[in-house]
């Protein structure tokens, strides 16, 4: 009925919406450059693989998980793109998803749904596999679960693995340290994987445009590998206003395409409505198995005065004090950081390092009130946008005075310019290149085949004024302003690839600069003399000590060692409610934890 009712006013938009199609320069055709040649794909084994996906996510109690392991106030999760996030009405967008009357989202997570979901997991399961006499199924293949060190990692993974050998489906367990976790999945060499995603501004589309083909976070690998040429997938997107109706077309012909669009049009109505249709073609194929919807669960000691964090689950001590002083603050978010550059940096503690280390033209920052706000940081101020007659949208900033790197050098709109360009790049490819394609330039960067001077709409007037832009207008520029990717790198710091490993070659223009990296154990970050508000930072020594043992986080916490942890053992979670019930919080946080599949991974018996 969802979908009836989004069709029914779909048609009625039609020619209201035909503006919003017709600035679109987006084809089938000039979308699928990274796909192979469409071949006709097995489509009832598609079809059949995801249905089998489908069945195993419905064999999942989320209610148990929330409850008796995670423990942290998540909320057992129907849909991929996060509560918190709102439709265009305002209300919440999961509870307009799918096509049930009866329940929000694609999976019905009431506690009472639970025996019904298993029977219909058992009978998709029983027309795909053999069932012995105890009604265990006998021919599944054999998986292998993949998760990075730590305990509530781990013990959601042993819980997944007993739901499915209660059914007779064998999946062994694999744990790996973070950094190689996280290339293991990105490369696509696993089956099935745990993983998770914050929001990285307040827009469902950073939930779904990391699933194009060439997105650098796309660890389904859909589009990629054999996925390439599956010409499996409907899109018609005439309603609203776009030529666009393709039959039996590839991801890329298809999501891609549509993505694309949903990024070009600048109707409130249609643009959510065609994220809907997004989340459904992801959710159809059954590769993405919500469980719950994040909530930050982090210990914090009642000595720490200054101390914000953000729905996106990055902390910030800049402006903390320790019992009134501001010498050093030690803390754990994680393990070892892969990189700590910030365009190809794609995690959450490397993110909260980097804000640390770099300045945008806008931040993250509280108000008066310590309401959390995007603030100029670099720009002077955070101007409107001048709407052109082809419906592209121009900002002009100007930089502040005085700005420098940390090493003395002058900071100029030309490093803006060049880091973005850099990370835009094909060259590059980085994990979040792909946030730049709401600015103009993008599209002929990733073409086929590109022009050589093929570029980003951003330049340097001169050394304070930056220019950018955008194809359309969109709601959440200032946000994504305020995102690592958007953040300056200099050109000869740059030019040495490894200058991101190492203090005696990092180079940074925020609030503090690295001072120390001592690997797998801490990196110290030291006030930047050199930041232009450096009056305004009270903390003049940050120790991010580096661990992936909840165990030896909550020690050292415990000790006085570590005043904020960002984990802590599942087994000890009722105990320090109750116990450091001032010092445990369980924050508001945009985000899914769920389970992945690599959708070139066989699923069906051997013939």
């Known amino acids: 009925m969802k979908k009836l009712i989004a069709l029914l006013l779909a048609a009625v938009m039609v020619l209201s919406l035909a503006a919003c199609g017709s600035t679109s320069e987006t084809t089938p055709s000039t979308a699928a450059s990274e ?39 998540q909320v057992a999760a129907s849909s991929f793109v996060a509560m918190g996030m709102t439709d265009a009405d305002g209300s919440e967008f999961y509870k307009n998803a799918g096509d049930s009357d009866e329940y929000d989202g694609y999976y019905n997570v009431a506690a009472e749904a639970y025996e019904d979901n298993y029977a219909e997991a058992y009978a998709i399961l029983s027309k795909y596999y053999e069932v012995d006499e105890n009604g265990m199924f006998t021919n599944f293949p054999t998986l292998t679960y993949l998760y990075n060190t730590s305990d509530s990692h781990k013990a959601i993974g042993e819980y997944l693995q007993s739901a499915l050998a209660a059914v007779g489906i064998t999946m062994n367990l694999e744990n790996q340290e973070w950094n190689t976790f996280l290339n293991t999945r990105k490369n696509g060499d696993y089956s099935i994987a745990r993983n998770g995603w914050l929001a990285d501004y307040n827009d469902p589309i950073c939930f779904l445009d990391m699933w194009t083909t060439t997105s650098g976070n796309n660890d389904v690998q859909f589009g990629k590998g054999d996925h390439a040429s599956m010409a499996a997938y409907d899109l018609d997107l005439t309603a609203y206003g ?25 109707d409130s109505d249609a643009r959510y409505a065609m994220m809907h249709i997004a989340e459904d073609m992801l959710m159809d194929s059954g590769c993405i198995v919500p469980l719950y919807f994040y909530t930050d669960l982090y210990m914090v000691d009642d000595s720490v005065e200054g101390f914000y964090s953000n729905p996106l689950g990055y902390k910030y001590f800049q402006n903390t004090t320790v019992n009134g002083s501001g010498e050093s603050i030690s803390v754990c978010l994680a393990s070892e950081p892969d990189t700590l550059d910030p365009a190809l940096n794609s995690a959450v503690d490397g993110a909260t390092m980097i804000s640390h280390l770099f300045a945008g033209l806008a931040k993250w920052g509280t108000d008066e009130n310590g309401n959390l706000v995007i603030v100029p940081d670099c720009a002077v101020e955070l101007p409107e946008g001048v709407v052109n007659e082809d419906g592209t949208v121009t900002y002009t900033y100007t930089l502040k005075d005085g700005l420098k790197w940390s090493d003395g050098v002058d900071l100029t709109a030309y490093d803006f310019a060049f880091a973005w360009q850099r990370a835009a790049s094909v060259e590059l490819a980085a994990d979040y290149g792909y946030m730049f394609e709401v600015v103009k330039g993008y599209n002929d960067i990733w073409a086929e085949n590109p022009a050589e001077d093929a570029k980003l709409a951003v330049e340097a007037l001169d050394e304070k004024t930056l220019q950018v832009t955008l194809n359309n207008a969109i709601s959440y520029w200032n946000e994504l302003l305020a995102f690592p990717t ?78 904020l942890i960002d984990d802590v053992p599942v087994n000890e979670i009722a105990t320090l409610k109750a116990e450091y019930a001032d010092e445990f919080v369980i924050a508001g946080q945009i985000g899914t934890y769920y389970v992945c599949w690599n959708i070139n991974e066989p699923l069906l018996p051997e013939a």
């Open 35 to 73: 796909a192979t040649e469409a071949t006709e794909a097995p489509i009832d084994t598609v079809a059949a693989e995801a249905e089998i996906r489908y069945a195993l996510g419905l064999l999942f109690d989320r209610n148990y998980i929330v409850e008796q392991i995670a423990q942290g106030g």
């Open 242 to 266: 776009y030529d666009v109706k393709v039959e039996d077309g590839t991801w890329a012909e298809t999501y891609d395409v549509l993505i694309a669009s949903i990024k070009s049009c600048t």
């Open 486 to 563: 958007y953040f300056p790198v200099r050109e000869d710091v740059v030019a040495n690839e490894a200058w991101a490993t190492d203090p005696a070659t990092y180079v940074s223009n925020g609030a503090y600069t690295m001072t120390g990296w001592e690997h797998n154990s801490v990196i110290t970050l030291t006030k930047n003399e050199n930041y232009h508000d450096a009056d305004s930072v009270t903390m003049n020594e940050l120790k991010c000590y580096l661990s992936d043992d909840a165990n030896n986080m909550l020690t050292n916490f415990k000790n006085g060692e570590w005043l």
